[in-house]
């Protein structure tokens, strides 16, 4: 009989897998409550706990990722009017501005539209005080957007909240043309990682699983 006996060749690879697994689940078991600890230290001080694992998921990613994150999550929040006031940062206006000009009228790529310049990162044109409400402003931006202008021409001036309000009604209005999911509303393809985990010339050493 060649069936897997206790003392056969087979059974020995067997158990030793079995015994191998097992002291690698009470190592991470032992690790969970060593992190756990260290939350409950950091909780007794008045750190934010959930906080602390934003970060450290964040620290996981490299410089592009971590870009590209944040890129996404203010455009989307912008899509939904969830931006409270506070414009689009600089990775989602870049993001945004990488985008192909759409003619509005045929719904396809316009090379020869003729923008004005990106303005740089930051800055904006300055113009008169304009007397309107916000929910205008919002409107606005919508109008832009289907007029085929950059998120970049944004003309209210940083710390208006008429501001957040244009890129609001721009991000929304993104979405609403039928032609699926914006290019700006997806993530870019990422690099295949090839190194190794634990490499510790990663930076990623014992931490990875921290979070």
């Excluded at 009017?81 to 990775?91: I, K, N, Q, R, S």
């Excluded at 008429?162 to 993530?187: N, V």
Aim: net charge negative; aromatic share 4%; with cysteine.
């Amino acid at each position: 009989m060649n069936g897997i006996g206790h003392n056969s060749a087979a059974g020995k690879q067997l158990r030793s897998f079995i015994e191998r697994i097992e002291y690698v689940n009470g190592e991470i078991a032992k690790r969970n409550s060593d992190r756990t600890e260290i939350f409950l230290e950091a909780k007794a001080l008045g750190f934010c706990g959930k906080t602390m694992r934003e970060i450290l998921r964040l620290r996981r990613m490299s410089e592009s990722e971590r870009q590209e994150a944040e890129a996404l999550l203010e455009v989307y929040k912008g899509a939904l009017g969830m931006l409270d006031g506070t414009p689009l940062g600089e990775f989602a206006r870049k993001k945004l501005s990488e985008q192909p000009k759409i003619n509005p009228e045929t719904g396809e790529v316009d090379e020869n539209h003729d923008t004005p310049p990106d303005l740089p990162i930051g800055e904006v044109e300055q113009t008169p005080e304009i007397q309107e409400t916000v929910e205008e402003s919002r409107e606005k931006g919508r109008q832009a957007a289907r007029d085929g202008l950059k998120v970049t021409e944004n003309p209210y001036p940083a710390g208006d909240a008429k501001r957040a309000a244009w890129d609001e009604g721009w991000c929304e209005e993104q979405g609403s043309d039928g032609m699926g999911i914006p290019t700006a509303w997806r993530r870019k393809e990422s690099k295949p990682d090839n190194s190794k985990p634990d490499d510790p010339k990663n930076g990623n050493g014992g931490n990875s699983g921290a979070a």
